[in-house]
Structure formats: structure tokens, C-alpha cells
């Protein structure tokens, strides 16, 4: 901490000289451009059996944390050529570095690797990415950056929140230019069982065929937009044998300490961490479309009309994948502000019979206290109106996760993934949450799948989190005192049916905080 402040007050100092400077260079102009790159010959490591499916999509649903993880770890281990990763947040944890590591064992067997991260989270992580950057064989772009790299980045909230609250929200990695990874997971111990104190809930669908040169093609848009800036331009390279000496370093520390924990002997014994089962996995395939936000939703300048008509293409392609259901609308979102606009939409929908399902987290286990005071004030309306409302239980799923050693007492479990189920038969997955910030600030991307098989997993996934054991389902309850109409939470403890008045698992302060927010004009920026 010490160093990250003096490493702030002389930025600023820095940053306040160049400003007055008339010397100002904007050196982004000469930034190199770069795209996926094909196979040689027909080399195809990761498809044993002949293609019968050559106008389609294959896709394997990860619903496991454990697997998601493996499957990351397969990608970049049997790639032969290229590694293009794009992410929300990449973390220095346990599995941060075990997937760090095989990045740079694969930049040692020549493999080219693009990493572009957003700026969000990169505070006090310069060093190692300068340091893994230096790889002859590894180029990494920060997103849309702050211009200050220290503590003095939470200043450019006040001044400069038009930009540097548009964040870059994409998760992808792609090998070869053959198989991918989509879905909401970034690359940190929540999303892949390996963190004491906190599980997220997410999905992926390893993806292969002709859907994969589509997320290619989104890469390379975002890489070589003018908000892509590499590394080398934001501060000193530092010297490459320096770099590669403290890349050995790392790799040898690493090693060490991760004798000392048990997840990776978890991730081994994951069905996946098997190649023979890795290279035959059963494949649903289908027709399938991706979606994404262009680079330049983030430009605080683009006008709402611009944003609207291609821009902003998430947004516009999930109003019309809403516009499809006929018999049943599932939505599953961590963070679910719905608006006033999408109450009466939801309203017209059960109007027209069509049964509306939503599930998102409840207060005790959403990890963002002010959005779930944006998605609160509006879940009387809902229920109201008719629509199925389900929250998940911070202790859902936590008995299953006490194989692992590192579980600590109090774990707690959070929603993380975003799926749209229309009639059981197509699925949209992705990052986007169903909030202002998704359709509006962030840009996003998602899958839509025509597949009623693969509907069909989705939908016994979500069965079973949305049951009585991991989930409450809300409902209006008459106070026969008052007269008045309030929610009640409804599930089962220990094989008894329970009834709550007010929010579940949740202490007084945590109630308090969202009373503060919902006073708050927050909601556009949720």
C-alpha cells in the first residue's frame, strides 16, 4: 500500500507536467494491428473425429466450476499455433497463475498469445503485466485505461466518469481459431471453486465450427480498436532478460506453493483433465449466432441513436429474442434491473400468455449490495403482474463444496451466470446482465443457440438451483392486520417449508445499505 501511494503522488506530479507539456505525443496513432490466424495445413488437435457438421456449431455446456477450469487449461495447453484471451478481470490467485503458467509454457513452445483486459481491475498489477508482456511471444492491451496507473485511477471517477465508467465486459478465449470458451466467467478463484469464502454460479459453452471465426472476428474488432492499448505504451518495458528471469522466478515460487494446496489435484481429477474424453466430447450441434457490442459503445460521444442501430447490438438482439417466446421466458441474471420499461414489457408478456420466469440472487447473496437496491424497489411489480421470481441462497450448493479443503466457515454462494431460455428450445448466454449498465455503458457479447437439446440442459441446470433447497420463490402474501399486500420469501430448511417476511440470511446493516442506495439517482449506472 505504502508503495502504491508513492507511486501516486509521483504520477501526479508526472501526469500534471506532461499536461503543461507542449510536448504531448498521442502515441496510440502508431499502434501495430494484428488478426487471428488459421492453422497451417490441417492440423486440428482438438477434433479426433471427422466433421459430419460443416454449416453448424458444436457446443459443451461447463457447468461445473472445476470444469470450466480444466477446460481454460486444455485450450491453451494443446494449442498449436495461436491463444487469443478477452477479459473482464484476470486475476493473481490460485487459478490465475495455474492458468498463467500454462500461458507461458505455451509462449516457450513459440505459441502466439493476445490478451486484452479491461482496466477495471488491473490496480497494483502493472509489474507482472509489464513483466509477462516482455515475452517475445505474449502482447497484452488494456481496454479503455485509466490514465493514472495508482490509487489517483478513483479520481478520474469524479472527473472523467463519461469514459472510465464504460467498461469492456467481454469473456472469451479462443485456440487456434478452432475451439473457444463463452460465457461469464472471468479468470479468478470465484468462478472456478477455488476461493475459501465465495462460489459464483456461471456457465461457458466450449464452442467449435463456424461460430468460432465469429468470436475471432469480435476479437480482432476490440484489438485493434482505438481503446485497445498496449501495454508497452502505458509504462517502461522492462528488459527482457529481466522480464524472462522473473518469469522463471515465478514459475519456480509458483510451483512451490501450489504443493501446498489441494486444488490443483481437484482440477486433475476432473473428467475433463482426461484427453481421451477432452478430444470426444459429446458436442450439441446446432445454428448459432453471436452478438456483440462494437468497441466504440464506450465513447462517451456516440449518440443514444448511433448506440441503437449498430452499436449497441446486444441491447437491440436481446429485445428481440425476448419478442420470440410464445409459451415460456426464463431469465437468469446476477444483477436484474428491469426499469419501469421493462416491468410493463414483462407485464405484456404474461398478458399474452406467456409464463415469465426470473431468477437472480437474493440480498444475503448478491456480491453488489446497490444494484440489488435497484432491483428491490421494483420486485412487488413484478410479482404482481404475474411473473415467477426466484432468488438464490447464499448457502446454496455449500454442503457439495466441503470436499474441498479450503472452504472456510460462513462460504457463501453468488449467482453469476446470464442466460435467456425461450419456449425450452433456444438459449442466449453470454456476459451481459439484464441492467442499464449492460445495455447501455458496457459493452457485451452472447451467444443465441437454436437447440432444443441444449435448452434442454440449461433448463434442468436452472431446475435444480431454482429448487426449494437453493433458492427462495417469492410471492405476495395479504397482512390480514393491514390489509396490505407484502413479499414473502418461501423455502425449505432441513426438509421443512419455511416462510420469510422480509429479506433472508441478512443482517441489519445489509438492509440498512440498501436503503441508503435505493435513495440514491444510481439506477442508469447500475
Not at 495445413?41 to 457446443?59: I, R, V, Y
Not at 395479504?478 to 417476511?501: A, F, L, P
Request: with cysteine; net charge neutral.
Amino acid at each position: 500500500m505504502i508503495k502504491l501511494i508513492a507511486q501516486s503522488i509521483i504520477e501526479l506530479f508526472l501526469k500534471l507536467f506532461n499536461f503543461l507539456s507542449t510536448k504531448r505525443v498521442d502515441k496510440i496513432k502508431h499502434k501495430p494491428t494484428s488478426y487471428a490466424l488459421d492453422l497451417p495445413g490441417n492440423k486440428n488437435q482438438f477434433d479426433l473425429k471427422e466433421n459430419t457438421h460443416p454449416d453448424q456449431s458444436g457446443f459443451y455446456l461447463l457447468e461445473s466450476n472445476i470444469d470450466a477450469f480444466t477446460a481454460r487449461c486444455n485450450l491453451i495447453n494443446h494449442s498449436l499455433h495461436s491463444l487469443d484471451l478477452q477479459y473482464y478481470y484476470f486475476h493473481g490467485d490460485t487459478s490465475g497463475k495455474l492458468i498463467a503458467q500454462s500461458l507461458i509454457k505455451a509462449a516457450d513452445r513459440g505459441i502466439r498469445i493476445r490478451v486484452l483486459l479491461d482496466d477495471i481491475d488491473t490496480l497494483g498489477a502493472d509489474e507482472a503485466i509489464s513483466i509477462l508482456n516482455a515475452h517475445p511471444s505474449v502482447e497484452i492491451r488494456i481496454f479503455n485505461p485509466f490514465n493514472f496507473r495508482g490509487l489517483l485511477r478513483y479520481f478520474e471517477f469524479i472527473v472523467d466518469l463519461s469514459r472510465v465508467g464504460r467498461r469492456m465486459h467481454n469473456k472469451a478465449i479462443i485456440a487456434d481459431n478452432i475451439q473457444a470458451i463463452i460465457g461469464g466467467r472471468n479468470i479468478s478463484d470465484v468462478y472456478f471453486s477455488a476461493d475459501p469464502e465465495l462460489l459464483f454460479l456461471d456457465v461457458d459453452l466450449l464452442s467449435k465450427g463456424n461460430i468460432v471465426k465469429k468470436v475471432s472476428k469480435s476479437f480482432d474488432e476490440y484489438w485493434n480498436s482505438r481503446w485497445a492499448v498496449p501495454v508497452a505504451l502505458l509504462y517502461d518495458r522492462p528488459k527482457r532478460d529481466y522480464a524472462l528471469k522473473k518469469i522463471k522466478t515465478f514459475l519456480q515460487k509458483h510451483a512451490y506453493e501450489i504443493k501446498q494446496i489441494d486444488y490443483a489435484q481437484y482440477a486433475q481429477d476432473s473428467e475433463l483433465a482426461q484427453e481421451e474424453f477432452f478430444f470426444n466430447l459429446p458436442f450439441v450441434w446446432s445454428q448459432a449466432d453471436l452478438f456483440y457490442d462494437h468497441p466504440s459503445k464506450i465513447n462517451p460521444e456516440v449518440t443514444s441513436d448511433e448506440k441503437t442501430l449498430h452499436i449497441s447490438q446486444v441491447k437491440s438482439k436481446l429485445h428481440d429474442i425476448f419478442s420470440m417466446a410464445t409459451e415460456e421466458l426464463t431469465i437468469v441474471s446476477p444483477y436484474f434491473v428491469p426499469g419501469d420499461d421493462g416491468v410493463k414489457w414483462f407485464e405484456t408478456l404474461v398478458a399474452q400468455g406467456v409464463k415469465v420466469n426470473v431468477f437472480t440472487n437474493s440480498l444475503a447473496a448478491t456480491d453488489v449490495t446497490a444494484v440489488h437496491a435497484g432491483y428491490a424497489r421494483y420486485r412487488a411489480q413484478l410479482l404482481a403482474a404475474g411473473i415467477n421470481l426466484y432468488e438464490l441462497k447464499a448457502s446454496a450448493y455449500v454442503k457439495e463444496r466441503k470436499r474441498f479443503k479450503i472452504l472456510k466457515t460462513g462460504s457463501r454462494t453468488s449467482l453469476h451466470a446470464k442466460t435467456v431460455i425461450v419456449d425450452q428450445s433456444k438459449v442466449f448466454m453470454g456476459s451481459p446482465n439484464l441492467d442499464p449498465r449492460s445495455t447501455d455503458l458496457n459493452t457485451e457479447m452472447g451467444l443465441f443457440i437454436d437447440s432444443k437439446e441444449l435448452a434442454n440442459q440449461f433448463v434442468n441446470l436452472f431446475t435444480g438451483i431454482s429448487s426449494g433447497h437453493n433458492s427462495y420463490r417469492l410471492t405476495l402474501k395479504k397482512n390480514t392486520r393491514t390489509g396490505k399486500h407484502g413479499i414473502t420469501w418461501n423455502c425449505q430448511e432441513d426438509g421443512v417449508s419455511t416462510e420469510y417476511d422480509s429479506d433472508p440470511e441478512t443482517g441489519w446493516f445489509r438492509k440498512l445499505k440498501v436503503r441508503f442506495f435505493s435513495l440514491l439517482p444510481l439506477e442508469n449506472l447500475l
